[in-house]
């Protein structure tokens, strides 16, 4: 039998800086809930939106994998290894942190929001070489699809990082159905919905709903509206 766990939207730690306004899945900063540490090895899933013109200022990392994934919005990266670059909706930007790195990230535009998700996942290795990449995915092929945007692999479709970690995107139209079969056995799947309405295994779920599953190998989605979904396979450590 399955075993599960449900983080409805409106649970989530909440913090409002003005500049920052960023909802935590995962204790984060201010926000401590013993029970809501880590989902395995996916520790942070943080749902931000920074005003226009501001950011984070440069600081450190080590021996984390951090993926950002734009909503809306550009968002503007800097490190310590040369990288300069502008991330948008539909890129994904993976910096494996190893021995340690330092960036900051600031809204590209001074008008408009950006509204991104940044996501913290539990290497498999230690002290790596740091490394930073970003991809872009055409949105169509997530359309009644689940399109891989993350794999352990740099010959597999996707950003790759350090973990026996899986992510993909859905855009599902209202009714539609799916399957997702684990690629590993031990790992969890947490399924984040974006926009909408889905169930998967029976549990109805809404925008900004957090739902892990685990102790099978399998998920079965509906989309009882139009809906857009994450969903994060990672291993279930700890």
Same mark, same amino acid.
């Given at each position: 039998?399955?075993?599960?766990?449900?983080?409805?939207?409106?649970?989530?730690?909440?913090?409002?800086?003005?500049?920052?306004?960023?909802?935590?899945?995962?204790?984060?900063?201010g926000?401590?809930?013993? /029970?809501?540490?880590?989902?395995?090895?996916?520790?942070?899933?943080?749902?931000?939106?920074?005003?226009?013109?501001?950011g984070?200022?440069?600081?450190?990392?080590?021996?984390?994998?951090?993926?950002?994934?734009?909503?809306?919005?550009?968002? /503007?990266?800097?490190?310590?290894?040369?990288?300069?670059?502008?991330?948008?909706?539909?890129?994904?930007? $993976?910096?494996?942190?190893?021995?340690?790195?330092?960036?900051?990230?600031?809204?590209?535009?001074?008008?408009?929001? $950006?509204?991104?998700?940044?996501?913290?996942?539990?290497?498999?290795?230690?002290n790596?070489?740091?490394?930073?990449?970003?991809?872009?995915?055409?949105? /169509?092929?997530?359309?009644?699809?689940?399109?891989?945007?993350?794999?352990?692999?740099?010959?597999?479709?996707?950003v790759?990082?350090?973990?026996d970690?899986?992510?993909?995107?859905?855009q599902?139209?209202?009714?539609?159905?799916?399957?997702?079969?684990?690629?590993?056995?031990?790992?969890?799947?947490?399924a984040?919905?974006?926009?909408?309405?889905?169930?998967?295994?029976?549990?109805?779920?809404?925008?900004?709903?957090?739902?892990?599953?685990?102790?099978?190998?399998?998920?079965?989605?509906?989309?009882?509206?139009?809906? /857009?979904?994450?969903?994060?396979? $990672?291993?279930?450590?700890?």
């Amino acid at each position: 039998m399955a075993r599960t766990v449900l983080h409805s939207a409106n649970t989530r730690g909440h913090a409002n800086h003005g500049w920052l306004n960023s909802y935590h899945t995962f204790s984060f900063a201010g926000y401590h809930n013993p /029970e809501r540490m880590h989902f395995g090895a996916l520790r942070v899933l943080n749902d931000d939106t920074v005003a226009g013109g501001m950011g984070f200022g440069r600081h450190p990392h080590d021996n984390m994998e951090i993926i950002s994934i734009p909503l809306a919005g550009d968002l /503007e990266h800097q490190d310590n290894m040369g990288n300069k670059t502008v991330i948008r909706q539909h890129d994904v930007q $993976v910096m494996s942190a190893g021995t340690g790195v330092a960036h900051s990230e600031k809204n590209h535009n001074a008008a408009q929001e $950006v509204k991104f998700l940044q996501i913290w996942v539990f290497p498999n290795k230690r002290n790596v070489q740091p490394r930073y990449d970003q991809q872009t995915f055409r949105p /169509e092929d997530r359309h009644n699809r689940l399109q891989q945007i993350l794999s352990p692999s740099a010959d597999d479709a996707g950003v790759w990082i350090h973990q026996d970690a899986w992510f993909h995107l859905g855009q599902l139209d209202a009714g539609f159905s799916t399957e997702y079969a684990f690629n590993k056995a031990g790992n969890g799947v947490y399924a984040f919905v974006l926009e909408g309405d889905v169930t998967i295994n029976g549990q109805a779920l809404h925008r900004r709903d957090g739902f892990g599953v685990w102790e099978t190998d399998q998920l079965d989605i509906r989309a009882d509206s139009h809906a /857009e979904l994450l969903l994060m396979e $990672v291993p279930m450590i700890g």
